[in-house]
T-cell receptor, first 111, second 116 residues
Framework: KNQVEQSPQSLIILEGKNCTLQ??????????LRWYKQDTGRGPVSLTI?????NTKSNGRYTATLDADTKQSSLHITASQLSDSASYIC??????????FGQGTELSVKP | DTAVSQTPKYLVTQMGNDKSIKCEQN?????MYWYKQDSKKFLKIMFS???????INETVPNRFSPKSPDKAHLNLHINSLELGDSAVYFC???????????????FGQGTRLTVV
């Protein structure tokens, strides 16, 4: 069964600190993996997208990594800001079929 | 210049009522979707339309009926609302349904439906 699991479920960090969010998936065959940011009361917005052949992708202070062999991805946030407080959702695309969403990690950045 | 817009943003209604949620995209995309996000924050696809044609219809009660008058609009009508229908409903669009796995979906801001 195609699944996407994220950890931790929630995370609280101080402003300026770094953090790493994890995503494990069992989707196969695999096309690409995305990280979305969902602010409270808003729809998800894409941060990064990686195909199976890519190991890392950056978008400003966000850096995603992918290990297609172990089926793991991480999202690293550097020098966190208050505006980074949101839910971060890992989404995996099989070669055919619909997107598979993780349940998200709730990140709270405190001053 | 919102890309994907949904109305209303909030909807509170009583059990048994019929309600509609509207969605419009101005991105020129061919494919539109409805997703349901439950209290556990999982996003689950409900329907997908490509050029007004239904292409994905997940196991959703018959009380939910999508309607696509043109490829820029996908409305969701819900009959006989139940308590369990309370959730946030997201509309999304993407360019190419045939390569959905490689295509980014753009989401609306969501409609929070509360059935009392």
């Amino acid at each position: 069964k195609n699944q996407v699991e994220q950890s931790p479920q929630s995370l609280i960090i101080l402003e300026g600190k770094n953090c790493t969010l994890q995503c494990n998936y069992t989707v196969s065959p695999f096309s690409n993996l995305r990280w979305y940011k969902q602010d409270t009361g808003r729809g998800p917005v894409s941060l990064t997208i990686m195909t199976f052949s890519e190991n890392t992708k950056s978008n400003g202070r966000y850096t995603a990594t992918l290990d297609a062999d172990t089926k793991q991805s991480s999202l690293h946030i550097t020098a966190s800001q208050l505006s980074d407080s949101a839910s971060y959702i890992c989404v995996v695309s099989p070669l055919r079929g619909k997107l598979i969403f993780g349940q998200g990690t709730e990140l709270s950045v405190k001053p | 210049d919102t890309a994907v817009s949904q109305t209303p943003k909030y909807l509170v209604t009583q059990m048994g009522n019929d309600k509609s949620i509207k969605c419009e995209q101005n991105l020129g995309h061919d494919t539109m979707y409805w997703y349901k996000q439950d209290s556990k924050k999982f996003l689950k696809i409900m329907f997908s339309y490509n050029n007004k044609e239904l292409i994905i219809n997940e196991t959703v009660p018959n009380r939910f009926s999508p309607k696509s008058p043109d490829k820029a609009h996908l409305n969701l009508h819900i009959n006989s609302l139940e308590l369990g229908d309370s959730a946030v409903y997201f509309c999304a669009s993407s360019q190419d349904r045939l390569r959905q796995g490689d295509t980014e979906a753009f989401f609306g801001q969501g409609t929070r439906l509360t059935v009392v």
